[in-house]
């Protein structure tokens, strides 16, 4: 479980460094990726292409990691993103904004290697907070 958690730390240690070259080493070929925006995406590759669009309309986004609770091969945790909105999202053109949102992300961990994750985020809020 311990093992897991750390996996899981990288995950955001990945994001906060925008290193998507370790992706390989933490993430399953076949992940299964629902993010709290709504899209979903299958295996490394389409994870790749969204976090280009997460990080084109929040170049600085940075997940602050609150509480990480795992249990057997699941691992829960309860994150507050923080950035700047300078590129377009959906329909929303950049405003300049800070965003600091919430979400909790649940992951499941097979051999070593993250295969779901689920992000559920305060969208509300977000689009609140990107409105011009």
Known sequence: ??????????????????????????????????????????????????AKTILSAFPNLYHATEIIVGEDAQVAVYVTYIGTHQGKLFDYEPTNNRINYSGASFFTIRDGKITNIKVLGDRYSLYNQISA
């Not at 925008?18 to 390989?24: H, S, T, V, Y």
């Not at 709290?36 to 994870?47: A, C, H, K, N």
């Open 1 to 50: 479980m311990t093992n897991n958690k750390n996996i899981v730390q990288k995950y955001y240690e990945m994001w906060n460094s925008q290193e998507f070259k370790m992706a390989e080493s933490i993430l399953s070929p076949n992940l299964n990726f629902h993010g709290s925006i709504g899209i979903e995406t299958v295996g490394i590759e389409e994870f790749k292409e969204y």
